[in-house]
């Protein structure tokens, strides 16, 4: 079967991407910026919303746990306008499990509740 994909008696679905050169060249460096962005060590932010109150977690990277704080505000797209007005930061550990998340030793803020997980 090619790259269509056929259900019982439908007309083959193709993809609307044209790909292309250009489609390659933003898809190279598209994962460039990622690898770029996932670079350094594993740390998990737990960050709280400014106004409502509500809390959350995120795996975030760099070579210290300030930088990684700062490249998580800037986000792939280098835009934290949002963020920094929204969401502060008021934890970080370490990170002991990146395909779970799961928290390690606190380095920096307030122990929060839900350590370690």
Same mark, same amino acid.
């Given at each position: 079967?090619?790259d269509t994909l056929q259900l019982w008696g439908?007309?083959?679905?193709?993809?609307?991407?044209?790909?292309?050169?250009?489609? #390659?060249? !933003?898809?190279?460096?598209?994962?460039?910026?990622?690898?770029?962005?996932?670079?350094? /060590?594993?740390?998990?932010?737990?960050?709280?919303?400014?106004?409502?109150?509500?809390?959350?977690?995120?795996? #975030?990277?760099?070579?210290?746990?300030?930088?990684?704080?700062? !490249?998580?505000? !800037?986000?792939?797209?280098? /835009?934290?306008?949002?963020? !920094?007005?929204?969401?502060?930061? @008021?934890? @970080?550990?370490?990170? #002991?499990n990146t395909q779970t998340g799961q928290a390690g030793d606190l380095l920096m803020g307030?122990?929060? #509740? /839900?350590?370690?997980?």
């Open positions: 079967m090619t439908s007309k083959p679905c193709k993809s609307n991407v044209v790909k292309d050169k250009d489609y #390659a060249g !933003r898809c190279k460096r598209n994962q460039a910026k990622w690898d770029a962005y996932t670079s350094g /060590n594993c740390y998990v932010l737990y960050y709280k919303n400014r106004t409502s109150d509500h809390s959350g977690r995120v795996q #975030a990277y760099g070579k210290t746990p300030v930088d990684a704080v700062k !490249r998580w505000y !800037r986000g792939l797209d280098g /835009n934290d306008n949002w963020k !920094r007005q929204c969401v502060k930061v @008021v934890a @970080v550990y370490t990170c #002991a307030v122990k929060q #509740a /839900n350590f370690p997980w």
